[in-house]
Nanobody, 119 residues
Framework: QVQLVESGGGLVQAGGSLRLSCAAS????????MGWFRQAPGKDREFVAN????????YYADSVKGRFTVSRDNAKNTVYLEMRSLKPEDTAVYYC????????????WGQGTQVTVSS
């Protein structure tokens, strides 16, 4: 049974930092491209960041570029999202997702972790 379990969310003041983690189980982690998405109240889920299976290449939404860093530890089956200089508009439920080399879309999702940034 594949599981993606996010942790590390919480309440933080604007300008603060948080580090999200996503622990994967039930899959060969190194074979999956991993990504982070978020969904704010009343809005569609949006892409935040992703990285290749090796972690050598990373991609970011313009809204988080320069503030967020995505990374992975294939030995620990874990992907991270380091978030700095947080803004109230970063408030959302953050989801990690996995995509196999055979898939065109992310098809495995975690349950999400709430991030709330107060002004």
């Amino acid at each position: 049974q594949v599981q993606l379990v996010e942790s590390g969310g919480g309440l933080v003041q604007a300008g603060g930092s948080l580090r999200l983690s996503c622990a994967a189980s039930g899959l060969t982690f190194s074979r999956f491209r991993m990504g982070w998405f978020r969904q704010a109240p009343g809005k569609d889920r949006e892409f935040v960041a992703n990285l290749t299976r090796s972690g050598d290449s990373t991609y970011y939404a313009d809204s988080v570029k320069g503030r967020f860093t995505v990374s992975r530890d294939n030995a620990k089956n874990t992907v991270y999202l380091e978030m700095r200089s947080l803004k109230p508009e970063d408030t959302a439920v953050y989801y990690c997702a996995a995509r196999s080399i055979f898939a065109n879309e992310y098809h495995l999702w975690g349950q999400g972790t709430q991030v709330t940034v107060s002004s």
